[in-house]
T-cell receptor, first 115, second 110 residues
Framework: GAVVSQHPSWVICKSGTSVKIECRSL??????MFWYRQFPKQSLMLMAT?????????EQGVEKDKFLINHASLTLSTLTVTSAHPEDSSFYIC???????????FGPGTRLTVL | QKEVEQNSGPLSVPEGAIASLNCTYS??????FFWYRQYSGKSPELIMF????GDKEDGRFTAQLNKASQYVSLLIRDSQPSDSATYLC??????????FGKGNQVVVIP
């Protein structure tokens, strides 16, 4: 159990376009999902906390108008990178917290390259 | 975010030996502690979690927690080449968020 999927696994886009990343908990309902970004050789940086049915809570320094998060159901959260630029190129990873514990289970990640 | 320190450089251990990883954290209010393994190019995978002071064993892995010293460690016994990865220490803080350390790279030499 505790499987989290992400789609797409990688995406290449042109500067100025928007990219949507989906995160799904496959075998449990997740009231809370999290979005992270990881640059090469660095650790995970939390971008935002996504709660079903409410607005996401963004970490300090993360532009909420640039990184749109929607948590439409108990099993789906989406991250949209709007007007992407080369500096947004990174590894984006979502996680979900199951109702039975405090641990987070991670999706496989989405590698975004903005040309 | 809260501070989570993993200061050791890459750790090379011979196959079959014990790998020892350490982590310190700044928030005395943290209640939950996690070790994740991350292979190159992949996302983190949960190995262990520990909530109470003392030791917790799961197979070849043992997590140790000392809240008074704000210290958590991970021991990997009988290290295997497949254990070669980066190990991330994570500590909980407000609203179920996790703060991650920079990670320790472990290389198991056959």
């Amino acid at each position: 159990g505790a499987v989290v999927s992400q789609h797409p696994s990688w995406v290449i886009c042109k500067s100025g376009t928007s990219v949507k990343i989906e995160c799904r908990s496959l075998d449990f309902q997740a009231t809370t999902m999290f979005w992270y970004r990881q640059f090469p050789k660095q650790s995970l940086m939390l971008m935002a906390t996504s709660n079903e049915g409410s607005k996401a809570t963004y970490e300090q320094g993360v532009e909420k108008d640039k990184f749109l998060i929607n948590h439409a159901s108990l099993t789906l959260s989406t991250l949209t990178v709007t007007s992407a630029h080369p500096e947004d190129s990174s590894f984006y990873i979502c996680s979900a917290r199951p109702p039975w514990g405090y641990e987070q289970f991670f999706g496989p990640g989405t590698r975004l390259t903005v040309l | 975010q809260k501070e989570v320190e993993q200061n050791s450089g890459p750790l090379s251990v011979p196959e079959g030996a014990i790998a020892s990883l350490n982590c310190t954290y700044s928030d005395r209010g943290s209640q939950s502690f996690f070790w994740y393994r991350q292979y190159s190019g992949k996302s983190p995978e949960l190995i262990m979690f520990i909530y109470s002071n003392g030791d917790k064993e799961d197979g070849r892995f043992t997590a140790q927690l000392n809240k008074a010293s704000q210290y958590v460690s991970l021991l990997i016994r009988d290290s295997q080449p497949s254990d070669s990865a980066t190990y991330l220490c994570a500590v909980s803080y407000g609203n179920n968020r996790l703060a991650f350390g920079k990670g320790n790279q472990v290389v198991v030499i056959p």
